[in-house]
């Protein structure tokens, strides 16, 4: 396994496994108005290039051995978090893993990646949102020691649903 943390040279390749994995993962439980409008916006060169940039966030791809995307995480700290209720904190927006790759431990290793940078960042707690609905999601975090600590509004295009806030002292 190879793990590349991405570069602004690297935005189409992150805008390719990012709708992806985002389709896969919600496109049979979204209209396909709101998902395509949602897929613009959030995953246009242009926004992506700026995330990327930002020098809060970084992205990292995960690789198998033939060089095959497996997944994705995006950390954010300081003022790139997408909620300003968690004080010197590392934020996992997103991670996520193509359909084939999962429930093969690289969610734990990604986890592991993400605990790393925020000892390095000398963060105190890890957060993250996960949508209400997403069982397995929220049992994996909740292994991995997160627990509920509020809730947000994620949304999707013209959709408005509720994303439950988690978060892991380190």
Known sequence: ???KQLTISDVQEL???S?????NTYGSQSAMNDLNQYLK???SIKKLKKEIENTNSSFYI???DNNEKMAYLKLNIDSAQ??????NALEIERIYIQKQHQKKGLGRQMFSLAVKKAYELNKKQIWLGVWEYNENAKLFY??????AVGEHTFNLGNDAQ?????SKKI
Request: charged share 30%; aromatic share 18%.
């Open 41 to 43: 916006e959030s995953y």
């Open 162 to 166: 509720t994303d439950l806030l988690m």
């Open 142 to 147: 909740k292994h991995l020691g997160f627990h």
């Open 62 to 64: 995960f690789y198998d």
């Open 1 to 3: 396994m190879k793990i």
């Open 15 to 17: 805008q390719e496994i």
């Open 82 to 87: 997408s909620e300003d209720d968690f004080e």
């Open 19 to 23: 709708i992806e994995t985002f389709t």
